[in-house]
């Protein structure tokens, strides 16, 4: 066993006497670990969400200029590809461009589903409602922007995602930032081979950090916790019992998990769905059931959105509020859904990148303007002592569906759950690229991210999720820097391919169906 194999044995090792120590004395272990992590949390909290000037008496936190700048770049330079290659996506989704002879292990569908999946989630409910407690209707306005700029970014990193993946010898797929990182700069770039390694290996170590904090813990803590509010609160035979909770949930995380890439696609690619209808059609009968709010509904968001105060508002609500708990909603620039598009069947790194922008436009454009609609329409954000995030949108619903809050309970938990299981493949392969692509490497993750599932369920981790949030907001410096170096590759490989299309010399399988 390698060094590095030893390190990730002795963490899991370690694990379960964590676990078994969390329901007993959770106090405790809280405090020993929030004494732990703070002054490392607080370290990367300041590099991550240091206020940077940008005029007017006005600032922003690095990391959310970092990534609009990016977005706003991408579009231009990519010559608006948010807008001119959505058709094309739409038909790669739909199959219409589909060989099953090409290499990887997924659908197109499927690598959308489970990214998706990692990204749909409370930041679509929460983060939504404490957009608009803090910035107003008009925070909509900004919202919707930032989702359609950052289909340029998740365009760009997941086309660089395809090109430089790995196929293994058993026909499994690693891919993702690492790898361009790495192997994208040495070939294009040989001066900056050392740079891309070590981008690399920082961006899998943040992966890491994320996947078992954000993408696991607080997934956890949170659904339990809204589980617990619809049964009793604190009356509830649940109260006093996450670990409970933790324990059911891993369980179920690890029948999927355990399975690989296409078990969680194969489940991603039925839940996705579901909870988006689910909770789109709860959101159309309530507009349906107020139809004449919406026009002014959508003036009070445009109106909004350019008056000084709540112009302003709207972007701390979204841009740091939304960032600070989803990761931007989508998490277009930060890298982790090109690990997931990266193993899809394809032969065209520009096809995926065109089926990935889809993404934004789903998870913010579509979802969150419908969570932002419910609330605006029914006055709720106006009432005081309602309170903000997953409560405020639960009221909102409430309002008009005396049921929905169990229904939200579901919904968050499906979020949830959907979430580990993109998180945990992340993961997997960020831990894969530092310590070893095998499957020792692989089973151990996987063990270990389900024991963390049950210390999330258990614990109040408040400083540790503050670090974890930081750390899916760092793997957004050096992904970005690669594909900024990049991009010129990314640009030839759109153009050559939509040449392609448009001359027939990529089928379309939908016109010309193969005979018999």
């Not at 959310?64 to 579009?75: D, E, M």
């Not at 010559?79 to 199959?95: S, V």
């Not at 690492?178 to 001066?191: D, H, I, T, V």
């Not at 069947?345 to 913010?364: K, M, N």
Request: proline share 4%; hydrophobic share 50%; net charge neutral.
């Amino acid at each position: 066993m390698t060094a590095a194999g030893r390190v990730l044995a002795a963490l899991l090792a370690l694990a379960p006497a964590a676990v078994s120590a969390a329901p007993s004395s959770a106090p405790g272990l809280d405090e020993t670990i929030n004494n732990a992590f703070a002054p490392v949390a607080a370290a990367v909290s300041w590099v991550v969400f240091h206020p940077v000037p940008i005029g007017f008496g006005a600032s922003l936190p690095f990391v959310v200029l970092w990534l609009l700048v990016a977005a706003l770049g991408f579009t231009l330079y990519f010559r608006f590809i948010n807008l001119r290659g959505f058709a094309q996506g739409f038909r790669l989704i739909r199959g219409d461009f589909s060989r099953p002879d090409d290499p990887g292990e997924v659908t197109h569908f499927q690598a959308l589903a489970t990214a998706l999946s990692g990204t749909v989630g409370l930041g679509n409910i929460a983060g939504v409602a404490i957009a608009i407690s803090i910035g107003g209707p008009g925070a909509t306005f900004w919202m919707i922007v930032a989702g359609l700029l950052g289909m340029s970014s998740k365009f760009a990193e997941c086309t660089l995602g395809v090109k430089y993946r790995r196929i293994n010898a058993d026909g499994t797929v690693s891919g993702g930032p690492m790898y361009y990182l790495s192997r994208g700069l040495a070939e294009q770039r040989p001066s900056l081979a050392g740079l891309g390694k070590v981008l690399a290996v920082v961006f899998s170590i943040c992966c890491i950090g994320g996947s078992l904090g954000a993408g696991n813990m607080f997934q956890s803590n949170q659904s339990f916790q809204q589980i617990l509010q619809v049964s009793g609160g604190a009356d509830s035979w649940l109260a006093g019992k996450g670990w409970l909770f933790g324990l059911i949930m891993a369980v179920l995380v690890a029948v999927v998990i355990i399975g690989g890439l296409k078990s969680i696609a194969r489940v991603t690619g039925k839940l996705v769905p579901v909870m988006a209808i689910f909770y789109f059609a709860c959101g159309l009968y309530i507009i349906g059931a107020d139809i004449g709010n919406v026009g002014p509904a959508f003036r009070a968001i445009f109106d909004g959105a350019f008056t000084p105060e709540a112009g302003y508002g709207g972007f701390i609500g979204v841009l740091i509020q939304g960032f600070r708990r989803a990761a931007f909603s989508n998490e277009a620039g930060v890298g982790s859904a090109a690990i997931a598009h990266s193993a899809s069947r394809t032969s065209e790194p520009a096809s995926e990148g065109l089926v990935a922008l889809w993404e934004p436009f789903i998870d913010t454009v579509v979802i969150c303007t419908m969570t932002a609609l419910v609330i605006v329409i029914t006055g709720m954000y106006q009432v005081e002592g309602v309170g903000d995030g997953v409560q405020l949108t639960s009221m909102a619903y409430a309002s008009v569906l005396s049921w929905f809050p169990y229904l939200l309970a579901v919904s968050v938990l499906l979020f949830a759950f959907s979430t580990m299981l993109a998180w945990s493949y992340y993961g997997e392969k960020a831990a894969c690229y530092l310590f070893g692509e095998s499957r020792a490497v692989a089973l151990a993750y996987k063990l270990l991210f389900c024991v963390f599932v049950v210390i999330g369920a258990s614990a109040n981790l408040g400083v540790v999720m503050d670090f974890s949030d930081a750390m899916i907001l760092v793997m957004s410096v050096p992904n970005l820097i690669g594909v900024y170096l990049l991009a010129p590759v990314v640009r030839r490989e759109v153009e050559h391919y939509l040449q392609r299309v448009r001359s027939g010399e990529i089928r379309n399988y939908r016109r010309q169906p193969v005979a018999g």
